[in-house]
């Protein structure tokens, strides 16, 4: 075929780039947090996330003999969530006079333009949906997402019930610094102790207490924290399994065999998965739980995710001209808001518009959707420490 013949229409070819460009942030561009919300995502249901959360126990019970009366007494234990949609956007501009001047040359340079400022865009917004997991969403005048930082909390108001009315919804939180000994996780009553009074409660050693994450058969799957941390980590780890005394009574738990492996998107993976090939996030464990790190994560934070509990809600676009991504068929274009595609992401392109007081064009990528905590309870939160 004589490709010289084919007509060339330059506006097309930057768009299928950033189509293509957008699904590979999906998949590998984003931080392992933000790949392992949005990779099960749900489609949001403003009546379906309304849940019912018990809050208390029915004391409508008891025992009997022979034609003792039941207590029969109605009662409403509930309460109900009030899961907050955000969208989050990035644009890209097209300087229309630019963009004639490069069409001059044939149309080479053209495309070059304006797929170097979509690479950007694409780019940045991959690190604003990583961003985006963890914060406390009251950025941008209370319109960023709400993250990790406000849905893993012991205080305030997190979908609409109160953590002091309803202290059952509170998630385990542990501020370091308000010890009386190190913030360090090297110092003897931190390290491997933190781990462990966050999983299953204590004291520390100024005596304040830490709450349990773990409740019968649920208990935190992930561990997050800073690359620095992580890294201190490890070199516990190496120091328990080459040390003595203590170090080699510990031997046994912490062997690089056992405390080394590999999490993927979907769940932790052994180290005999990992020799199978089955690689992914590098992971250290404890007590059978992986501890991954995020570059995303705030500095001096762990925190402790029962991903059962979480879920990232997507909106699906709806409007005219606009892309949503599936994983399996790549980018989709919805004709209207009648065509009933819906893909629970939430990630969506708004293809290059005009504007109608300027010479140029723009494209908004866009993330809308709730990041949806069930029950912090099972979830857990350490703050301000150090390596």
Request: proline letters at 4%; hydrophobic letters at 40%.
């Amino acid at each position: 075929m004589d490709y010289t013949t084919v007509p060339r229409v330059f506006s097309i070819t930057p768009d299928l780039i950033a189509d293509a460009k957008l699904l590979d942030i999906i998949f590998s561009g984003v931080s392992p947090v933000a790949i392992k919300m949005l990779m099960k995502s749900q489609t949001f249901s403003a009546i379906r996330d309304r849940l019912p959360v018990q809050i208390a126990r029915s004391t409508s019970q008891g025992s009997f003999q022979g034609m003792a009366q039941f207590d029969r007494t109605v009662q409403n234990p509930f309460t109900y969530t009030a899961y907050e949609p955000r969208a989050i956007y990035q644009s890209v501009s097209f300087v229309g006079l630019e963009k004639d001047i490069n069409a001059l040359s044939g149309g080479a340079a053209h495309l070059d333009y304006e797929s170097a400022l979509i690479k950007n865009g694409t780019d940045s917004f991959m690190a604003l949906i990583s961003e985006q997991m963890f914060v406390t969403g009251t950025g941008n005048s209370n319109q960023d997402i709400i993250g990790l930082q406000t849905s893993i909390s012991n205080s305030g108001t997190y979908a609409g019930i109160s953590r002091t009315t309803y202290p059952t919804w509170a998630a385990s939180q542990y501020a370091i610094g308000t010890n009386s000994h190190s913030t360090s996780i090297a110092n003897t009553d931190n390290g491997f102790n933190i781990l462990r009074r966050m999983l299953y409660g204590g004291t520390d050693a100024a005596g304040n207490v830490i709450t349990r994450t773990t409740y019968g058969s649920q208990s935190p799957t992930l561990v997050v924290m800073p690359m620095t941390l992580w890294a201190s980590f490890e070199a516990l780890y190496t120091q328990t399994v080459t040390g003595s005394g203590v170090g080699q009574a510990l031997l046994a738990n912490y062997a690089p065999m056992v405390a080394r492996g590999s999490v993927d998107r979907y769940k932790a993976q052994t180290s005999n998965e990992v020799l199978s090939g089955q690689a992914g996030f590098k992971a250290i464990f404890f007590s059978g739980v992986p501890i991954i790190f995020d570059e995303y994560c705030p500095s001096g934070t762990i925190f402790f995710l029962n991903e059962n509990s979480i879920e990232w809600h997507g909106v699906p676009a709806s409007g005219k001209n606009m892309i949503t991504y599936d994983l399996n068929q790549g980018p989709i274009k919805v004709d209207g808001p009648n065509s009933n595609i819906n893909f629970s992401m939430g990630v969506s392109r708004r293809l290059n518009i005009e504007s109608y007081n300027q010479y140029g064009e723009a494209t908004d990528f866009i993330l809308h959707g709730a990041l949806e905590v069930f029950n912090p309870r099972f979830n857990g939160i350490v703050t301000g420490v150090t390596n």
